[in-house]
């Protein structure tokens, strides 16, 4: 009954502390959290500390670390079903891209939003070989903290195929259904609507959103999607 006792008070310990890191996780920003998930971050420092405990520790009785352990494993198992199926709980406890740059124009309360100076912006920039905030068509920190770019078409560097044929791009593609449901501040954005949406769905044969896992709309209005029942 002790040890009963004991592994239910462990269990209680790992069910409140890595809320809790999370939460801390949340509040300090993706800087600090690295290119791991941010919660994948977490359990691999609390299974670091686990582990080191029970090395350094000969006292530790080994039931209880693997004990531990465990419950940790499927904590982060449990955490990884509901952000797939839960896009709301996603939001709450992971990091969103956010666009810094857009058409060679800084977006400066996004830039706040991250936490990152104007300075780290401009290294991520350099360090995609961009000098020039003009080439730049659109810029997002991702939820690992990086920045991925996009550049404008004609900035990009000449081929030989380019020499005899046109450059041609459809642009950016907007995310306008992301697991079934309907992107609305996006088809907003890009002035267009619901209804204009299932048209084109309707046109592809799709009668309902819940069947697509993807859809996005390029500059050209030219939808792309993709199904659950993909691959």
Do not use: C
């Not at 800087?31 to 029970?54: C, H, K, M, N």
């Not at 004609?154 to 791009?169: H, N």
Request: charged fraction near 20%; proline fraction near 3%.
């Amino acid at each position: 009954m002790e040890i009963a006792a004991d592994l239910l008070k462990i269990l209680g310990r790992v069910l409140t502390i890595l809320p809790l890191m999370l939460l801390v996780a949340l509040f300090m920003g993706r800087r600090a959290v690295g290119e791991l998930p941010v919660f994948d971050f977490l359990i691999v420092l609390t299974l670091g500390s686990v582990v080191g405990a029970d090395i350094a520790e000969p006292e530790v009785n080994h039931i209880y670390i693997a004990f531990a352990i465990i419950a940790i494993g499927v904590l982060q198992k449990l955490f990884s079903e509901l952000t797939i199926r839960n896009q709301q709980f996603k939001k709450l406890t992971t990091f969103e891209p956010v666009i810094v740059i857009k058409d060679g124009v800084f977006i400066v309360k996004n830039i706040k939003k991250v936490k990152y100076s104007l300075e780290n912006i401009l290294e991520f920039l350099r360090e995609e070989g961009i000098f020039n905030i003009n080439e730049v068509g659109l810029a997002l920190i991702e939820a690992n903290g990086r920045l991925s770019v996009y550049k404008k078409p004609e900035t990009a560097p000449v081929s030989p195929q380019d020499l005899e044929i046109a450059k041609t791009s459809s642009g950016i593609a907007h995310p306008v259904i992301v697991e079934g449901k309907i992107v609305q501040h996006t088809l907003n954005g890009l002035g267009l609507t619901e209804d204009w949406l299932s048209v084109q769905l309707k046109s592809q044969g799709i009668n309902n959103t819940t069947t697509v896992f993807f859809a996005a709309v390029d500059d050209n209005r030219q939808v792309q999607i993709s199904l659950y029942g993909n691959g």
